[in-house]
């Protein structure tokens, strides 16, 4: 009797460690693939870099914009494809928090939360994902798995790397680079 439950549970626990190690996987390479295709559209798709870089002029990213549209395209081509094959993870998500946090900051704050008002709903949520997914660690189907990257599984780690180290990357590229127009003078009455 003691034998069949222990293999019970034994089952149980391979079970739920299979399907957590599943889920962080399919979360990883779905984030990864869509971050990284953002990336691969600004370098191939509708206005490519340039029409990238004048929409970074438009709103007066400095020193200009086609140095943004090349830092944000690698980016997030980079970021992802990382995320996805779980490599390098806590420094993959703290790229995509700090991107994050560029966007919705220059280009979506100004139309508050909803991304249906084309708010910063979908850059909190991806940063969100990242932060968590560098907390749980990139599971046992990943790169940093089979290189044995301890410090990957280390939730305090990736926590404090993709959090920490992302926001501040984010506030560094707005505070030295985000030249806002001024704001319209109200018409006098």
């Known amino acids: 009797?003691?034998?069949?439950?222990?293999?019970?549970?034994?089952?149980?626990?391979?079970?739920?460690?299979?399907?957590?190690?599943?889920?962080?996987?399919?979360?990883?390479?779905?984030?990864?693939?869509?971050?990284?295709?953002?990336?691969?559209?600004?370098?191939?798709?509708?206005?490519?870099?340039?029409?990238?870089?004048?929409?970074?002029?438009?709103?007066?990213?400095?020193?200009?914009?086609?140095i943004h549209a090349y830092l944000a395209a690698c980016t997030e081509l980079g970021a992802g494809t990382l995320l996805a094959l779980g490599f390098l993870t806590p420094l993959a998500c703290a790229a995509i928090v700090g991107q994050m946090v560029v966007a919705a900051y220059t280009a979506n704050r100004e139309n508050g939360f909803w991304s249906a008002n084309k708010g910063w709903e979908y850059n909190f949520v991806l940063g969100v994902v990242a932060v968590g997914l560098a907390t749980i660690g990139p599971g046992q189907y990943s790169?940093?798995?089979?290189?044995?990257?301890?410090?990957?599984?280390?939730?305090?780690?990736?926590?404090?790397?993709?959090?920490?180290?992302?926001?501040?990357?984010?506030?560094?590229?707005?505070?030295?680079c985000y030249r806002p127009p001024a704001p319209e003078p109200e018409p006098e009455s």
């Open 1 to 66: 009797m003691t034998v069949t439950l222990i293999a019970e549970i034994s089952a149980g626990a391979v079970a739920e460690a299979d399907s957590v190690a599943i889920g962080v996987l399919v979360m990883r390479v779905l984030i990864g693939i869509t971050f990284a295709a953002h990336g691969y559209f600004k370098f191939f798709k509708g206005g490519k870099i340039a029409g990238t870089a004048r929409w970074f002029d438009s709103m007066r990213m400095r020193p200009n914009g086609t």
């Open 143 to 176: 790169i940093d798995h089979v290189l044995e990257l301890s410090q990957s599984f280390d939730p305090n780690i990736g926590l404090s790397v993709s959090l920490f180290l992302g926001v501040a990357a984010g506030i560094g590229i707005i505070v030295g």
